[in-house]
């Protein structure tokens, strides 16, 4: 199952998650086959969790329980089947009201069967990893597995350990650390070689690129390495300290079998900057930072060589920039080029001011400055739009649209400024209703139209709801070159202009700074403002966080349509989001991007509760006295991957990904069968 989980297409076909909740369903079977022999035969198999407290598996039990009858319960009692042929609820009249219901029983039918799966791969793993494998089952190990007085004996004849792991937990580790690395590999070559069909095999039915080896989405290749690579740090640093406490670093170092580790670290650390997803590489940088303490921790009072797993964080990093520096930067800086403006419903009149370097020339066709459009998803089929773009030889236009969308009115004008490549220009529109003035360095620009005006219909409004900057036709030349673009909503007067824009030619620093504070001071203040070329939580916030600020809004709306205790019903977001669209072309409308608001939406706040709570309880004995011996750092590694992921789960669809959420349900199992109260070096 770790294996298959994400070469089946990263989880995306639903296929590939029958099969692995068949995987899931054999290990139910082998539970219930292997409680019923140990009762018939009243047979106790040695554990290394003898003295585990017993409450610990009661609350899990009880709580994976009762979030399994809710999504059973939902199912059985749905009060309605989403039809996505005509886009509508076909309603059941029998449904109990008072008890968890779905509003598409089919979805929440499917998630029941997918949550009872991964419930079996859950409680498989615990039972399996806290039995002694057949070479600890000797009397030394009987031994210590009852009265968990130490770690696991060294193989080498070093007596027991604080850095050995027990046999079948190593197992698991080094196949997660190598398929992890596999995954990694395979995705920088796709990144590399760009193939329009998902490893190079599938085609998807929304996206011709974008893909990260067998993840269909970028985002989930990040998330997943996220989550592995920093248990694979820990299990090599348990490799490490081990070989140090034999007294031959590094020789045991150079010949032992983890020596295959580090290449698979790196390999997955460098992961997720090569996607370019920029949660991924904020995520992965946020996770090494917290890798360091943990590091520095376990290596501190071993002297200054043995420091050297530190140098692991910064290889990291500069590798995976090294591969995919520049295109990771042009995501950061450079892909949020729509944003809302804040004028809802438009405007009569309007100031554009956009800040440019002169490009060098480029031959034929126009290059789009920056316009506005009602849509943030498509500029041409809006209509109401605005345009500033350059066509070539210190010619500038401004292009309007009509309400129908029939008709463009184009007016020119022409400027020396314009022709003078690495210049810095303002470029400041100015619209009065039906009257544009132009100005060029406060200069005004004489504009004429090659058809005229006459027959043209001027909007009531102009769609100024969404500010594109550089896009469309050109906007490699361009976009680099743009320092600010702002918005007013009122027309400047002619005496405004001069004493707003700059008169010379490239300018410092800070008269370029001290321009852009007069634009600020004005009164009142500009609608919008924003300078692209900069990395700000702003400018992502301004461009709707790459579209997600749409869903985060439909989804608090739809909240209001459905029971806040119950919900709308586990699994159901993807049929219901259809639904409130009315539009069958929304072919990816499946996710809320926001995990936490999902659950909200699909659980309610009642069943949220439940998962936090069974969350938190598989989490919370790993600090706790009894179980599953493990290195405290390596312990501390899992816990870091798994809040990377939560963290990132808060504006992407994390656990939504089958295996990221497999892998992330398995580390809980680890974390629910293990101490870190032991075993410290």
């Known amino acids: 199952m770790v294996v298959f989980s994400p070469w089946a297409l990263g989880g995306w076909p639903t296929w590939s998650v029958w099969t692995m909740n068949a995987a899931g369903y054999a290990l139910w079977l082998l539970l219930i086959a292997k409680a019923g ?387 810095r220009v303002e470029v400041v529109l100015a619209q009065r209703h039906t009257n544009s003035t132009l100005y060029v360095d406060g200069t005004p620009l004489s504009l004429a139209s090659r058809l005229g005006k006459a027959g043209f219909t001027w909007p009531s409004r102009f769609a100024t709801q969404h500010l594109w900057v550089a896009r469309g036709e050109g906007n490699p030349i361009i976009w680099k070159r743009i320092e600010a673009v702002t918005v007013l909503h009122r027309p400047l007067r002619a005496e405004e202009v001069p004493a707003l824009s700059a008169t010379e030619a490239a300018g410092s620093a800070g008269r370029q700074l001290a321009f852009q504070d007069a634009w600020e001071q004005l009164d009142p203040k500009p609608l919008f403002s924003v300078r692209p070329n900069r990395v700000s939580p702003f400018l992502w916030a301004a461009a709707g966080f790459g579209g997600r600020t749409r869903y985060y809004e439909d989804t608090r709306r739809m909240l209001a349509q459905y029971p806040a205790v119950w919900g709308a019903g586990p699994g159901t977001f993807a049929s219901l989001y259809k639904v409130y669209l009315g539009d069958p072309r929304a072919t990816d409308a499946w996710f809320v991007h926001d995990d936490y608001l999902e659950a909200r939406f699909t659980y309610g706040w009642l069943g949220s509760a439940l998962i936090h709570l069974l969350l938190a309880a598989s989490l919370i004995p790993a600090f706790c006295r009894g179980g599953l011996i493990v290195p405290w750092y390596l312990g501390a590694f899992l816990l870091i991957g798994l809040c990377g992921c939560l963290l990132h789960a808060k504006f992407d669809f994390v656990f939504q990904t089958h295996p990221i959420l497999f892998l992330a349900v398995l580390f809980c199992g680890v974390l629910s069968i293990s101490t870190l109260r032991r075993g410290q070096p």
């Not at 694979?232 to 045991?252: E, V």
């Not at 944003?339 to 126009?366: K, N």
């Open 37 to 423: 022999v140990r009762w018939f035969w009243g047979y106790t198999p040695p554990r290394w969790s003898g003295r585990r407290p017993a409450w610990a598996g009661r609350v899990l039990a009880v709580l994976t329980a009762s979030l399994l009858l809710w999504s059973l319960v939902s199912a059985v009692n749905a009060r309605a089947v989403v039809d996505l042929a005509v886009l509508r609820l076909v309603e059941r009249p029998d449904y109990i009201p008072w008890l968890p219901h779905s509003f598409d029983g089919d979805a929440t039918w499917f998630h029941f069967w997918t949550c009872l799966a991964l419930a079996g791969a859950f409680w498989g793993a615990r039972d399996w990893l806290t039995l002694l494998a057949m070479k600890e089952r000797g009397p030394r190990g009987l031994e210590r597995a009852v009265i968990m007085d130490g770690g696991p004996e060294d193989s080498a004849g070093f007596g027991p350990s604080p850095h050995v792991l027990p046999q079948r937990l190593e197992r698991l580790l080094w196949t997660c650390c190598l398929n992890g690395a596999a995954v990694a590999l395979v995705g920088m070559m796709s990144v590399l070689d760009q193939p329009a069909r998902v490893l190079w095999l599938a085609d998807h039915p929304t996206r011709q690129g974008g893909f990260f080896g067998p993840f269909w989405y970028r985002n989930n290749g990040a998330q997943y390495l996220n989550l592995l690579w920093p248990v694979c740090l820990g299990f090599w640093h348990a490799h490490y300290l081990r070989a140090a406490d034999s007294g031959r670093l590094l020789h045991r170092l150079t010949t032992s079998p983890a020596s295959v580790l580090l290449p698979c670290l790196a390999l997955m650390m460098a992961g997720p900057f090569v996607t370019t997803s920029r949660g991924g590489s904020l995520i992965a940088g946020a996770v090494m930072l917290a890798c360091l303490p943990v590091l520095i921790g376990s290596t501190w009072n071993r002297g200054r060589r043995l420091l050297a797993p530190l140098l692991l964080v910064p290889a990291g990093i500069a590798l995976g920039l090294m591969v995919a520096g520049e295109p990771l930067a042009n995501r950061l800086f450079r892909e949020f080029r729509v944003f809302a403006t804040g004028a809802t419903a438009g405007l009569s009149e309007f100031t554009l001011r956009c800040a440019f370097v002169v490009p060098e020339p480029w031959g034929r066709g126009p290059v789009n400055v920056a316009g506005f459009s009602q849509s943030s998803q498509s500029f041409g089929d809006s209509p109401n739009t605005v345009l500033v773009r350059l066509l070539g030889e210190g010619v500038v236009s401004v292009r309007f649209a009509e309400p129908a969308r029939e008709r463009y009115l184009e007016l020119r004008g022409t400027n020396r400024a314009l022709a003078q490549p690495g210049r």
